[in-house]
């Protein structure tokens, strides 16, 4: 048979050999460092070169697998021991990062048979003429042992032992331990994995506030290190939580939410979690934090932990209110923009809909106002439009929403407010205006405004019609003498 796989789990019933005896005692040699990490790179050559001397063959190599495709696989040659010079491939351009195509069913079959992990002894000589036999008679291999290296459950690379002198056929005693060996360097690169990712995270610590955290669920505790939660000075340790302490850590304002999205991400698989959460640090301020973890969808990681990590982004959460504010905010009065009242339009004539309330608009403006900017300037335009709406502030009430929508321009949102209440605040508005004048060093500065506002009773006008009926009462106040309130429902009458 030119190509025997197979698993390894009749292997232990078939009595020892001195060679398999050699063989557990060259894995032994490197086995610790392997484990415990130190050194491992240099430790996997001081193995291959072990596993190569006891079993005499002519070169021992890992192939790690890059990418695996339907039509080709990428592969790249990281290691290797040779007996002679003339046996080594390592620095062949033809094995860095080399890729081969799936298209021959002998090749493919080895490849199938990697993935599940079994072992692949090869005769070459016995293998139908194809690009697998050339490639391997071109090599010089009389005979080829190749066992998959499995790193969390995936085919991570191949241990192969070449032999360019026999035709040897290896024991099921000799194979179980050279899969030992590779379950050593499977070790390895799982701990270089870890160690590798946890530099990574250092450094991102060292950049920015940063957690790690895990959730226990069969015990039903949180535990996350401390890096968000205290300040820079504490010495960095693991804090742990029910998840009641956890929940009370989180702003109320933010619960519900978190709650839900856990619960969807509890529920389902190969999701990602990932929400925004002000939280409560040790000293009893709040910060904000990203939290993310991606579940698992290996049932026993399921039923037992899950983890992830968290790092404040409280800087980047003040930068964004920064730029909502800048984004819907006047900034020469500080009052809403016309983008975000005609937003807040929109929820208050949808809410007032609901409840079938009423609810008035009323469009300002104040009069003669490029008078003030021809005799005072600019500068002092701009002070009479801060004065006016800190002045307008005082005759509104909480639940009443000021805008600036122009140059002199302003329009006040005002729910489950009637007619008769919207005249009422609109004419204060007015008398306010008319007895509190601009006053800096060169005097004061008397001045006006005209309101005109309409109200709703009914679902019978869109926002747009609103406003245009406000605007049409406001040009009739204009027109008949200014400094003065019309009601759009007056016009109409």
């Known amino acids: 048979m030119a190509i025997k796989t197979g ?51 002519s070169r021992v190599w890992i192939f790690q697998t890059l990418d695996l495709q339907d039509d080709y696989i990428l592969q790249d040659y990281v290691f290797e021991w040779a007996a002679a010079e003339k046996y080594v491939q390592i620095k062949q351009s033809r094995f860095n990062y080399f890729k081969s195509m799936l298209k021959e069913p002998e090749y ?9 992990g079994e072992y692949q002894q090869v005769l070459p000589k016995l293998l139908p003429e194809s690009w697998l036999k050339s490639h391997l008679e071109s090599q010089q291999v009389l005979s080829m042992l190749t066992i998959p290296i499995i790193v969390e459950n995936r085919w991570w690379g191949t241990l192969g032992l070449d032999d360019c002198e026999r035709e040897y056929d290896w024991s099921l005693n000799e194979i179980t331990l050279l899969k030992t060996a590779s379950y050593f360097i499977s070790s390895a690169v799982v701990r270089d994995n870890f160690r590798a990712k946890k530099h990574q995270l250092d450094i991102l610590k060292q950049n920015m506030a940063c957690s790690s955290w895990e959730f226990d669920r069969r015990r039903g505790y949180l535990w996350c290190s401390s890096e968000v939660l205290s300040s820079s000075s504490e010495v960095v340790r693991n804090q742990h939580f029910t998840p009641r302490e956890w929940m009370k850590r989180i702003h109320p304002a933010y619960r519900k939410q978190f709650l839900k999205d856990a619960r969807e991400y509890f529920r389902s698989q190969g999701r990602t979690l990932r929400c925004d959460l002000k939280i409560m640090k040790n000293d009893g301020s709040y ?86 900017n021809d005799r005072h300037g600019h500068s002092v335009g701009d002070q009479v439009l801060q004065h006016f709406a800190k002045v307008c502030h005082q005759s509104l009430r909480k639940q009443d929403y000021f805008a600036r929508v122009g140059g002199e321009e302003f329009v006040v949102l005002l729910p489950n407010t009637g007619q008769d209440d919207a005249d009422s605040i609109c004419q204060r508005i007015c008398e306010t205006i008319r007895s509190t004048p601009f006053a800096n060093e060169q005097g004061a500065i008397q001045y006006s405004v005209s309101i005109g506002f309409t109200t709703l009773s009914d679902a019978s006008l869109n926002a747009q019609q609103m406003i245009d ?20 429902q007056a016009l109409e009458l």
């Not at 493919?108 to 599940?116: G, I, Q």
């Not at 809410?351 to 309330?357: I, K, L, S, T, V």
Request: hydrophobic share 40%.
């Open 469 to 488: 009926a406000a605007d049409r009462a406001l040009y009739q106040a204009k027109q008949t003498g200014r400094a003065k309130v019309v009601s759009s």
């Open 287 to 372: 910060c904000w934090i990203d939290i993310s973890a991606n579940l698992s969808t290996d049932s026993t990681l399921l039923d037992s932990s899950i983890a992830g990590i968290c790092w404040d982004i409280s800087e980047r959460k003040q930068q964004e209110q920064q730029l909502l504010l800048q984004a819907t905010t006047d900034p020469l009065t500080g009052l809403m923009n016309r983008r975000k009242m005609e937003s807040q339009l929109q929820i208050l004539m949808y809410d007032n809909a609901q409840r079938q309330q009423n609810f008035s608009l009323a469009v300002l403006d104040i009069d003669h106002f490029k008078l003030v």
């Open 7 to 57: 698993s390894l789990g009749q292997a232990l019933s078939h009595k020892s050999t001195s060679l398999s005896n050699e063989i557990l005692a060259a894995i032994l040699n490197s086995a610790e460092d392997l484990i415990t990490g130190q050194g491992w790179l240099d430790k996997v050559n001081v193995l291959l070169e072990e596993l190569g001397k006891v079993t005499s063959v």
């Open 108 to 116: 493919s079959e080895l490849v199938e048979s990697r993935k599940r």
